[in-house]
Nanobody, 123 residues
Framework: QVQLAESGGDSVQAGGSLRLSCSYTSHMYCFGWFRQTPEKEREGVANINSDGTATYANSVKGRFTISQDTSKNTLYLQMDSLKPEDTAMYYC????????????????????WGQGTLVTVSS
């Protein structure tokens, strides 16, 4: 089974940048990120498939960049122009499909998860 481990969460001021990393033990077709706050369900943020095609939630498009170094078995999420509303626990995820990544219930059938890393953005 694929195991995932995130790192890179921190506290930053609005407008700042962070890069999250996720190391994984073996490949799957789709890797990506979700985030969750106490007030909201877990939501899709970005994904990338084995062809290198990346997609993003509308709320982060133009500010976040997902990438993958397959030689290091590592997934990244570069987060720029951070806003207080980006504050959340960020989870690395993997699945056999990238379909419906941004659907409200997608997290309920996503197969692999990391333990999460906390991002706090202050105004």
């Amino acid at each position: 089974q694929v195991q995932l481990a995130e790192s890179g969460g921190d506290s930053v001021q609005a407008g700042g940048s962070l890069r999250l990393s996720c190391s994984y033990t073996s490949h799957m077709y789709c890797f990506g990120w979700f985030r969750q706050t106490p007030e909201k369900e877990r939501e899709g943020v970005a994904n990338i498939n084995s062809d290198g095609t990346a997609t993003y939630a509308n709320s982060v498009k133009g500010r976040f960049t997902i990438s993958q170094d397959t030689s290091k078995n590592t997934l990244y999420l570069q987060m720029d122009s951070l806003k207080p509303e980006d504050t959340a626990m960020y989870y690395c995820a993997a699945d056999s499909s990238c379909g419906s990544w941004y659907a409200p219930d997608r997290y309920t059938y996503t197969s692999r998860w990391g333990q999460g890393t906390l991002v706090t953005v202050s105004s």
